[in-house]
């Protein structure tokens, strides 16, 4: 089998951890531009609703100008923030999840795989929280990153009654 080449880590700036021996790239997720810019504009609807009841309620004589300037700094802030977001990629091998960062989550410590919005989270059983943003399909992501933690529970199970 060709050696496998695991990418550097653009937001670091650093290789990522190298793999274990006999450790498999099995796939790799990328935030999709249209997801990213398609959840920006639901932010910058919510805020802009959110900032124009508060005004009404306030009775504020304003209200047109918070309502703009609440979708103008989100939307400003996505375009600030989208080459780093956009260049974030996990890889699954068959023993972990390799994020940006140097975030490394082992598939037989996840507890939840869960869709949020255009983006997946994945809970650790001791809580921690990782978010893979901006997916393209979510619940394809989802049930690939379950399907690989339940196939590497049953090697290991299989590997302790042998």
């Known amino acids: 089998m060709p050696e496998q080449k695991i990418i550097r880590?653009?937001?670091?700036?650093r290789d990522a951890p190298p793999l274990d021996p006999g450790e498999v790239v099995l796939t790799e997720f990328t935030p999709d531009r249209r997801i990213f810019w398609r959840d920006t504009a639901y932010l910058a609807f919510l805020g802009?609703?959110?900032?124009?009841?508060?005004?009404v309620v306030?009775?504020?004589p304003h209200v047109v100008i918070g309502v703009l300037g609440a979708a103008a700094a989100v939307v400003v802030r996505a375009v600030y923030l989208s080459s780093e977001t956009l260049a974030a990629r996990w890889q699954m091998t068959d023993r972990r999840l390799l994020g940006p960062g140097g975030r490394r989550v082992m598939l037989l410590e996840i507890e939840t795989v869960r869709r949020l919005m255009g983006d997946v989270q994945v809970v650790t059983k001791a809580g921690d929280k990782h978010l893979l943003k901006h997916m393209t399909d979510g619940p394809a992501v989802v049930a690939t990153?379950?399907?690989?933690?339940?196939?590497?529970?049953?090697?290991?199970a299989k590997a302790k009654t042998a």
């Open 9 to 13: 880590d653009s937001l670091m700036g």
């Open 145 to 156: 990153i379950l399907a690989a933690r339940d196939k590497r529970r049953k090697m290991q």
């Open 48 to 55: 802009s609703t959110v900032i124009g009841v508060m005004m």
């Open 58 to 60: 306030l009775q504020n």
